[in-house]
C-alpha cells in the first residue's frame, strides 16, 4: 500500500539511499502519496544524484527545463544543506 510504500523509502532516504531518494522525487513529482510538488521532487533527485544514484538524469533535465532558474538553484542548495545535516529533517 501506498503508506507503507513512503514510510519505507523515507526510512530508506533518510540514511541516504539513492533509489528511495530518487523513488520519493517521482512521487513528490507525480503527487503520489505527497502533494504535488516539483521543487521538492528536484531536490530529492539531486540528492539522489549526489548520493551515487544513478538514472536520475532525465528527471533531473526535464525539471531544470520546466521550472524556473530561481527555483532549480534553491533546489541545489537545498540539495547541498541536506547533505551537509546527513539527510535529517530534509525529505519534504
Not at 523509502?9 to 502519496?33: I, K, T, V, W
Not at 539531486?46 to 536520475?56: E, H, K, M, W
Amino acid at each position: 500500500d501506498l503508506k507503507k510504500t513512503k514510510h519505507w523509502y523515507q526510512f530508506a532516504a533518510e540514511r541516504g539511499d539513492p533509489m528511495a531518494l530518487s523513488n520519493l522525487g517521482q512521487m513528490h513529482a507525480n503527487g503520489d502519496g505527497f502533494e504535488k510538488n516539483l521543487n521538492v521532487a528536484l531536490k530529492l533527485y539531486f540528492l539522489s544524484q549526489a548520493s551515487g544514484g544513478t538514472g536520475v538524469e532525465g528527471a533531473i533535465e526535464n525539471l531544470v527545463a520546466s521550472l524556473p532558474a530561481e527555483a532549480v538553484e534553491r533546489a541545489r542548495e537545498q540539495a547541498t544543506e541536506c547533505l551537509e545535516r546527513n539527510y535529517q529533517g530534509c525529505l519534504n
